[in-house]
């Protein structure tokens, strides 16, 4: 089974070509590590490959060191017996708003898709206007379960990815982060329209403007 590991986002750090607070990195990837000590994904892998990997996505942005800290930590106060007093007094009150803001986020429930449309986009606007790095960072988050997300039930499959393609693709896109765009589509179009998706696939050869016009259009559809 592959999954992340440290070195892997060391190794990510170093091809960025950018200086990062690696010993603050590297604290926040042990306390995450030790907090979700025993857990795992629905997958099997151990659960911190899951922020491992968002951390790593997040630098491939080009994020700063207090984002890839919140990263690893994002999954801590909600899941874990580490409270938000205690990533702020460690490493400081961004980095801690960050982790409370992607925290509450998650939190977020509906009864229906409508709502459910309506309340994260006003959520995300309202963490938005705090700190942009928490919807970034929510992004990622969201983008390493997409791509994980053959692990789930069918069922959880298809919810999760219409409210991808309903809230966050078209964020991603108002923020101009193209590349997350574009995947967030593809792999939501993978569970949504698997004959589009596997038509796509066949056509990967197209040069990539041409591809990308044609998940456009598939999402317009």
Request: glycine share 4%; charged share 30%; with cysteine.
């Amino acid at each position: 089974m592959n999954y992340y590991v440290i070195d892997d986002l060391q190794r990510a750090i170093d091809r960025s070509g950018r200086v990062y607070d690696r010993e603050k990195i590297m604290a926040a990837y042990q306390l995450a590590n030790d907090a979700h000590n025993g857990q795992c994904r629905v997958s099997g892998e151990p659960y911190i490959s899951h922020p491992i990997a968002v951390a790593i996505i997040l630098v491939d942005l080009g994020m700063d060191s207090e984002c890839i800290q919140a990263a690893l930590l994002h999954d801590v106060v909600e899941d874990t017996d580490i409270t938000s007093e205690a990533v702020e007094k460690q490493f400081g009150t961004d980095v801690a708003l960050l982790v409370n803001g992607v925290t509450k986020l998650g939190k977020i429930s509906f009864t229906s898709r409508e709502e459910q449309q309506a309340e994260n986009v006003r959520k995300m606007l309202l963490a938005m206007a705090q700190d942009v790095r928490v919807i970034i960072i929510k992004l990622a988050d969201r983008l390493h379960n997409m791509r994980t997300l053959r692990h789930m039930r069918p069922e959880k499959q298809k919810e999760k990815a219409r409210e991808t393609m309903d809230i966050y693709a078209p964020i991603a896109q108002r923020l101009g982060i193209s590349k997350i765009k574009i995947e967030l589509d593809d792999l939501s179009l993978k569970y949504l329209e698997p004959d589009a998706y596997y038509d796509l696939v066949e056509k990967i050869a197209l040069r990539k403007s041409t591809r990308e016009e044609y998940v456009e259009q598939l999402v317009q559809e």
